[in-house]
């Protein structure tokens, strides 16, 4: 089977209309595969107003604004009969389902019900992020039905060797093969660091900046960051603090964190140029499976504080180009901060290090091994 042959439905609660990691990485893809030559076909919720223009054919599916105060990302409500017979029409051979949603449940039914080969993506620990929000003891059974749910594809694709652990854990049992994620080296590299632009937004060249990319919402670690930030503080550990990002927690987190700059929403040019302005990238997060925002750092050669978890275990060189820390321990995230802001010649090395390794991850040879899992999987089911 080649190519050409795969004609693919992909599923997504995102594909586009609010901008993120997972759904960037799909787009790209997607445009991948359709390069070598594969038919795709995408359903998702939409919005008038989306984050940037999709890539491939997108169908909007019907949809609700998420309860629970994220009234920015929609729930789709299944596989409706409109959605259903564009699916039939179109005449996939293989389904992607990204997220275990209900358009993702109704899409995998319909996918066993004709013999259709399925893939899955595990690329956000979606089990961890009910514990932000005063639900963690719904955890246990999150994780029982993403475990059923992983079981019925052909193969499921997580973004590294500790989410495979993770799941096999679980009790996931069917076949795993690494889809990871790539950076654009010619955005994402140490040229980019501008010190007059530091200067514009009144950080001084001898600031030590700790830096936050990402969305501005509580599972991403905001509760951490901004304690570790106040042990920093009460030590008299010279620092800054600069957040690239937006979303509904902006507020809270400017409270918690008075010395930090909040330059907003970036991409482009002026992303890569903030994320060089760095000193020390700190990413606490525990809700990624591979986290784009840290590879990013690192190939723009910014030293990393990260959580010892899903994302940066196998991405990051312990002491080598950042320093991990078991997730809870702020006293340790603090101490590893400080070392690094107390001494440019090991932040320095760290950075160099980061750029160093991040020269593995190209974007055509992690999305050809997605395409590869597509045509082994396509192929079987015409065995």
Not at 42 to 57: L, W
Not at 161 to 170: A, E, F, I, T
Not at 238 to 251: D, F, N, S, T, W
Request: aromatic share 10%; with cysteine.
């Amino acid at each position: 089977m080649h190519a050409s042959d795969l004609r693919v439905a992909l599923f997504s609660g995102n594909y586009n209309y609010v901008r993120d990691g997972a759904n960037q990485s799909l787009n790209r893809l997607m445009g991948y595969v359709m390069a070598q030559g594969a038919k795709v076909r995408v359903y998702s919720p939409t919005t008038s107003t989306p984050a940037f223009e999709p890539t491939g054919d997108l169908v909007s599916v019907p949809s609700l604004p998420f309860p629970g105060g994220r009234s920015e990302y929609r729930l789709a409500l299944g596989l409706t009969p409109g959605a259903r017979r564009d699916l039939e029409a179109y005449q996939p051979n293989l389904i992607h389902c990204s997220a275990p949603e209900f358009l993702c449940h109704g899409a995998l039914k319909w996918a066993e019900k004709h013999g259709i080969a399925r893939v899955a993506t595990a690329q956000t620990r979606f089990e961890t992020y009910f514990r932000y929000y005063g639900l963690g003891f719904v955890e246990p059974s999150i994780i029982r039905l993403l475990t059923r749910f992983y079981n019925r594809f052909d193969e499921v694709m997580p973004t590294g060797p500790m989410m495979v652990d993770l799941l096999r854990s679980y009790g996931v049992t069917v076949p795993m093969s690494i889809w990871s994620r790539g950076v654009d080296h010619a955005k994402f590299n140490p040229a980019r660091r501008d010190m007059a632009w530091r200067r514009s937004i009144g950080i001084g060249d001898d600031e030590v900046v700790v830096g936050f990319l990402g969305r501005l919402v509580l599972e991403k670690g905001l509760d951490v960051f901004s304690d570790v930030m106040a042990i920093l503080r009460e030590r008299d550990v010279p620092h800054r603090v600069l957040v690239i990002g937006e979303g509904p927690a902006r507020q809270w987190f400017a409270d918690r964190v008075p010395e930090a700059v909040f330059v907003g929403f970036q991409v482009g040019e002026d992303l890569a140029r903030g994320v060089a302005s760095m000193d020390i990238f700190f990413n606490p997060s525990i809700t990624e499976s591979f986290g784009n925002v840290t590879l990013e750092a690192m190939a723009s050669g910014v030293a990393v504080v990260a959580a010892r978890t899903t994302g940066p275990v196998g991405l990051v060189e312990e002491g080598v180009s950042g320093i991990l820390v078991e997730p809870g321990d702020n006293e340790g995230y603090a101490a590893a901060i400080a070392g690094y802001a107390l001494d440019a010649g090991r932040r320095q090395a760290a950075g160099e290090a980061g750029h160093a390794i991040a020269q593995r991850f190209h974007w055509d040879r992690i999305n050809q091994a997605a395409l590869d899992t597509y045509l082994r999987a396509a192929e079987k089911r015409t065995q």
